[in-house]
């Protein structure tokens, strides 16, 4: 650290405090932006399931025919 | 070598038929040109500064502007199938359909980028230079823009699209194109930009009919 | 998932490294930010200003990281025609042109306490625009077809071709930059590093590769998920 | 005037069908074949023979391949699974000889709105290399299909039967053993569809095969048929490949 200290960064606060701020927003967003991605194939596929699970249940014979 | 001159014939042909199409290509052409004096000025030595930067940025776009025809037309109405079934390698009609696209646009742009040059108060000794290096560059343009309209083919949006794929290639062309005029001007002299543009063009001439190949290929997987 | 490709045993294999790379990117990268913004000395010449190169550097390293991914995916994905390394090519894209941008942002803010400009047409940052223009560019395409497939796969050629490309542009760009160099600006880099600066240097470096790896591979399986969606959907239409 | 064109035109095609011109190719076969448009599998496990003279009806409803069997047959599109073979040998080992073997007729006609009739065609007998006199080919392709009085007209002019007709000329303009032929007949009138009756015959009486999907009845006489229905995929087995 020179003159000024951490948060000062020796006069450069201006430039180097945004660089590591859109950094590290540009990574999060990233981040979550893929777990969003995945969460809601995740669950569409869950419902899409789910409902297939529903209209088998009633007739196990061609369930198990199809199996 | 029957199917290229086959097909260049025909693309010529209907080229011209389509003349309409081709003086718009031109006039744009000019008129984007016409358009820089306008914006920056009239004054004669800045526009000399710039001349030969606005005569090839112009003709990018125009270019760019013509690649929709490219093969668009042909996919559209079934003669791609056509021509894709024909037993010369797909890579030959590219590279026929790339030449016939170049004669047809490429060419009358060559024509009329003098009287631009003039206009835009161009250094007398920036004209043969300029001149050669659309000569050797906008084949190029031609070639590369042959992967995009292959590439774009079916999509959403085409014409933004190709010039979108396309410009950031054909970068390489646009510098050493101006920067020959420059260096003749400078008095550095032009041929080792000309010779640039001349390795591109001799790397381009093979590579990017094959590559437009493989995309028109998928793209009639798909049509 | 067609084209009779199982991208079950590819599943599995991501789904071994994920624990890694996210454990590697959440050890590295706080590490990283340790070592750019305190466990280092400021430049002798540029102050404090020299730590916004432990994050422009590495972006620019994985700018151009990201894309040699994409193009040696769809290299494979047009040789062997496998589907899920069109896939990879896909969602790595817009992670490579966040680093990009993230690399021109990062520059601009150190160009301007440096040569007293937010933009300088250098020739580094020069190439690194035409990048973004070209991760841009193949993004667009990937997604301007109806059919996902046909998209994936013409990116595939693009990223290709791109690649092919991207020595000339880098060294047409620098062409032009020697020809044109404005006398005022001052020269970064060279020589200069001190063996201190590459501690930090790395350590970001290797975090932002991780983080890539794991945010890749959750975007992949988001997609391969997509992809297992529509043809369930397509399947309960015909069934 | 068209029915003496026609009739013109069967004289030079019985002419033409000589033993000097018949085709001496090899059965055209595919095995295992399953075809995938988009994340959907359209039809899977699905073989065929085509022997010289044979005639093959593809038929099945809407969307169930028949097009893109047509295309995967004539290589525009590759099978997701399986090969095809012709005279026993692996299409693929030689792609440009398969491309000479085949004449295609897709849905689209092909037919530029400024070239007349003779020049679409022409370009077409240029590609396919037509043999000793193709002014003479070109004009018993016309006579054939009763467009001879077309020959100089721009394509903007044509009706959709007559284009019809030229697209279906471009199959006599260069010969070749395998036609493949997506609903040929369509927009044709009585006249049209009995000269492409008479086309067809002449081309399998010379030994060349046909493969055509349709939802008509083309007149192809003791055509066989393949249903694409069957070999239509379960849902349960396209959930199983997801």
């Known amino acids: 650290m020179t ?39 995740e669950r569409e596929l869950a419902t899409l399931e789910g409902s297939r699970a529903r209209r088998r249940a009633p007739s196990a014979s061609a369930a198990g025919d199809l199996a | 070598m029957s199917a290229f001159v086959a097909v260049l014939a025909r693309d010529l042909r209907l080229g011209l038929r389509h003349g309409a199409d081709l003086a718009m290509v031109v006039i744009f052409f000019v008129l984007a040109a016409l358009l820089f004096p306008f914006g920056v000025g009239p004054e004669a030595n800045l526009l000399a500064r710039i001349a030969a930067g606005v005569v090839w940025v112009t003709a990018l776009l125009a270019a760019m502007l013509s690649l929709d025809r490219l093969f668009h037309a042909d996919y559209e109405d079934g003669s791609l199938d056509q021509l894709a079934l024909s037993p010369a390698p797909l890579a030959v009609i590219v590279l026929a359909k790339a030449t016939a696209h170049w004669l047809t646009t490429g060419l009358p742009l060559i024509a009329v980028a003098p009287a631009l040059g003039l206009m835009l108060r161009l250094d007398p000794a920036g004209f043969a230079p300029l001149l050669l290096a659309m000569l050797v560059g906008t084949p190029c343009l031609s070639l590369f823009g042959a992967i995009g309209a292959a590439l774009t083919l079916g999509a959403r949006r085409g014409g933004a699209l190709v ?9 390489p062309v646009l510098i050493f194109g101006v920067g020959a005029v ?22 381009a001439l093979p590579l990017a009919p094959l590559a437009a190949a493989l995309a028109l290929r998928q793209a009639l997987e798909s049509a | 998932m067609h084209r009779f490709a199982n991208p079950a045993r590819f599943l599995r294999i991501i789904t071994a490294i994920l624990p890694w790379s996210a454990g590697a990117s959440a050890a590295l990268l706080p590490l990283g930010l340790y070592f750019a913004l305190i466990g280092s000395p400021p430049d002798y010449q540029q102050g404090d200003s020299v730590r916004i190169m432990y994050v422009h550097v590495p972006a620019a390293w994985m700018a151009l990281a990201v894309y040699s991914v994409m193009a040696a995916s769809g290299a494979v994905a047009l040789v062997w025609r496998h589907p899920v390394a069109e896939l990879v090519a896909q969602a790595a894209a817009p992670i490579g042109a966040v680093f990009t941008a993230m690399c021109l942002i990062t520059g601009s803010l150190w160009g301007q306490p440096m040569w007293g400009t937010w933009w300088v047409w ?25 059919d996902p497939t046909r998209g994936a796969r013409a990116g595939a050629v693009l ?80 069934g | 005037m068209a029915k003496t064109d026609l009739d013109r035109g069967r004289h030079k095609l019985n002419q033409r069908s ?28 699905l073989g065929f023979v085509v022997k010289p003279g044979d005639a093959l009806v593809l038929t099945g409803p809407n969307g169930s391949g028949k097009s893109s069997l047509l295309r995967l047959m004539a290589g525009l599109l590759a099978p997701a699974a399986g090969h095809l073979t012709w005279a026993g040998r692996p299409v693929e080992a030689n792609r440009e000889a398969q491309r000479g073997r085949v004449r295609w007729l897709g849905h689209l006609d092909a037919v530029k709105p400024t070239l007349t009739v003779r020049e679409t065609l022409a370009l077409h007998g240029r590609l396919h290399g037509a043999g000793a006199d193709p002014a003479a080919a070109l004009d018993d392709a016309l006579g054939a299909l009763g467009i001879g009085a077309l020959a100089d007209t721009p394509g903007r002019q044509l009706s959709a039967g007559q284009r019809r007709r030229v697209a279906l000329a471009r199959l ?56 694409l229905a069957d070999f239509a995929p379960s849902a349960a087995e396209l959930e199983a490949a997801a």
């Open chain 1, 3 to 41: 003159g000024g200290g951490f948060w000062t960064m020796g006069g450069y606060a201006a430039y180097v405090w945004p660089a590591y701020a859109v950094t590290t927003l540009a990574l999060i967003a990233l981040l979550l932006g893929a777990l969003r991605g995945l969460r809601q194939a």
């Open chain 2, 163 to 171: 010039a979108l794929v396309v410009l950031p290639l054909v970068l």
């Open chain 2, 182 to 203: 420059e260096a003749e001007v400078t008095g550095l002299g032009a041929q080792p930009h000309l010779l640039v543009l001349g390795a591109l063009l001799a790397a």
């Open chain 3, 122 to 146: 250098d020739a580094r940052l020069t190439s690194v625009l035409v990048l973004l223009f070209l991760y841009l560019g193949y993004i667009a395409l990937v997604n301007a077809f109806d």
């Open chain 3, 159 to 238: 990223a290709l071709v791109g690649l092919v490309n991207l020595p000339i542009i880098k060294f047409s760009v620098d062409w032009w930059n020697t020809l044109h160099q404005p006398a005022s600006v001052a020269r970064l880099g060279g020589p200069s590093i001190d063996p201190q600066m590459l501690l930090p240097l790395f350590t970001m470096a290797g975090g932002f590769a991780a983080f890539f790896v794991t945010v890749l591979i959750l975007r992949v399986r988001a997609e391969l998920l997509r992809r297992k969606l529509r043809v369930l959907r397509l399947a309960q239409a015909q």
């Open chain 4, 18 to 45: 000589d033993p000097r011109q018949s085709f001496d190719s090899g059965s055209f076969a595919g095995a295992g074949l399953a075809c995938v448009r988009g994340d959907r599998l359209l039809f899977r496990g």
């Open chain 4, 172 to 227: 006599l303009v260069a010969p070749a053993p395998l036609w493949l032929l997506d609903e040929p007949t369509v927009g044709l009138d009585d006249a049209g569809f009995a000269a492409f009756g008479a086309v067809a015959a002449a081309h399998r009486a010379a030994g060349g095969a046909i493969v055509a999907a349709t939802h008509s009845d083309l007149g192809l006489g003791d055509a066989r048929r393949l249903t």
